[in-house]
Structures are given as structure tokens and as C-alpha cells.
């Protein structure tokens, strides 16, 4: 299985399924039926938050699950699946691939990126682990730590990462000619035109989170439209 995943992945869609608490489809029925239009729609595998959510999405659709569990800690601004006991809630909800923050920030408890890795490795061998980086020099940490798959999730999340509007493709262009660890473009991808770009670019599989599955956020995109070509408010 941990083999022939990731080459399922190659060239392919993913959706990212989640929704906080303060979001109006908060709910692991309605995320579950997110993962089961994706799944119809072509996707090739999920991504979601909580393990709650990932039980569910499990049970309602066959695609493979990239978990993860945001929580936040006093002593730090990591946030995905931010220590051990997270990454063990995610696998043993049914999770194949663990998706974590692997940027430079101080995790909490004292933790290290090192260290969390190489005990995930030890305690679960078949599970794949995808790296959440904000920067060139975190993607290419992460791969010579050895992680599975790269993530631009957390670009223009962190301080000192590029802040845009757009998705960072440059810094999937310039992970992926590396030719190393499969890169996957993610953060910020409304369009089908940036979703190729990020496919010309480089880029192994690509994750659409809002632009699919935030309804509200979708909404806003098209008020806020309307309201600059009318000059209403
Ligand atoms: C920064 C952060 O916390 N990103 C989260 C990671 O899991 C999700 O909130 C995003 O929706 C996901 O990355 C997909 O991105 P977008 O929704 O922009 O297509």
C-alpha cells in the first residue's frame, strides 16, 4: 500500500474537505459528503482536519486520506498536527498519509521536527508523512529529513514567509527542480489556470481547499466582485 500510494497521487487532484468550528458546514457528515462529491468529481485522494472528520470521510468514501489536526498550543504557533499525540489521533483514524507542520517555528513541548519524525517512523512505519513548509529552505530540510511528499501549505503563514494573494508557484517551481520529494502545490488555488500553472511548474499533485469546499469564502469572492464593478458596498 505505502508504495503504491504516493504514484497515485502523480498529476492528480486532491480536496482539502474542512471546516472549523466557527464555519457554517462545521460537521463530519457534511465534510463526508464534501469527500464523497471530490471523490465523484475525479479526485484522487482528501485531505482533512480531525480525526472526527477523518473517521467519517473514511467511512463515506474509498479515497485514500491525507489527515491532519490542527490545535493550538500556548507555547507556539505551530498548528498542524502539531505534536505526537496528534500525528497517533490522525493515524489511528484512518489516515494513510500524516500531514504536518515542518516549518523552522519552535514546536510545542520542546519538540523537534527531527525527532517527531523519526519517532513516527519508528511507531508507524506504513504511514506516509507529507511536510507543511512556508519556504524553499523548509522544503528542502524537510526532504533531507527524509519526509515523503512537500506541501506549500504554509506558505504565507508563517511571519517571514512570502505574503500574496496568489499561490506561491514559484516556490513550487523551484522544490519540484530539485527533483527529489514529490512537491505538491497547495494554499490559495481559486482557478483551473493556477492549478495547470502549478502542473507546468512542477508539481507532483496539487490540493484545492476553499475554492471547492468553502461555500462562504466562494461567496465573498463573488460579492466582493460585483461590488468593485458596481461601486456598491
Ligand atoms: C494555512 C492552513 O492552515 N491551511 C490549511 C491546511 O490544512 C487549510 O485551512 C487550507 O484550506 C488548505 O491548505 C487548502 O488551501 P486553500 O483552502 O487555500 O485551497
Not at 463515506?60 to 489536526?69: E, N, Q, T
Request: proline letters at 5%.
Amino acid at each position: 500500500m505505502k508504495n503504491s500510494l504516493i504514484p497515485s497521487l502523480y498529476n492528480q487532484c486532491i480536496v482539502s474537505c474542512q471546516a472549523l468550528e466557527d464555519e457554517p458546514l462545521y460537521g463530519s457528515h457534511i465534510m463526508a459528503a464534501m469527500a464523497q462529491a471530490a471523490e465523484r468529481g475525479g479526485a484522487a485522494a482528501i485531505r482533512a482536519n480531525t480525526p472526527v472528520d477523518i473517521r467519517a470521510i473514511k467511512q463515506a468514501c474509498s479515497l485514500p486520506v491525507i489527515g491532519l489536526y490542527k490545535k493550538d498550543y500556548p507555547d507556539s504557533d505551530v498548528y498542524i498536527t502539531p505534536t505526537f499525540q496528534e500525528v497517533k489521533e490522525v493515524i489511528e483514524a484512518g489516515a494513510e498519509i500524516v500531514a504536518m507542520d515542518a516549518t523552522r517555528q519552535q514546536r510545542p513541548n520542546g519538540e523537534t521536527l527531527e525527532g517527531l519524525i523519526s519517532r513516527i517512523r519508528e511507531s508507524f512505519p506504513e504511514t506516509l508523512i507529507l511536510a507543511d513548509i512556508s519556504t524553499y529552505e523548509e522544503g528542502v530540510h524537510a526532504m533531507d529529513l527524509g519526509v515523503d511528499l512537500v506541501s506549500t501549505t504554509l506558505s504565507g503563514y508563517t511571519s517571514y514567509s512570502l505574503q500574496q494573494s496568489e499561490p506561491d508557484i514559484e516556490l513550487v517551481g523551484r522544490l519540484a527542480a530539485l527533483k527529489r520529494t514529490p512537491v505538491i502545490a497547495e494554499g490559495r488555488i481559486w482557478t483551473v489556470e493556477q492549478c495547470q500553472e502549478c502542473f507546468r511548474q512542477g508539481a507532483y499533485a496539487v490540493i484545492i481547499g476553499s475554492a471547492i469546499t468553502r461555500p462562504m469564502e466562494i461567496t465573498k469572492r463573488f460579492v466582493r466582485a460585483v461590488q468593485e464593478v458596481t461601486g456598491t458596498k
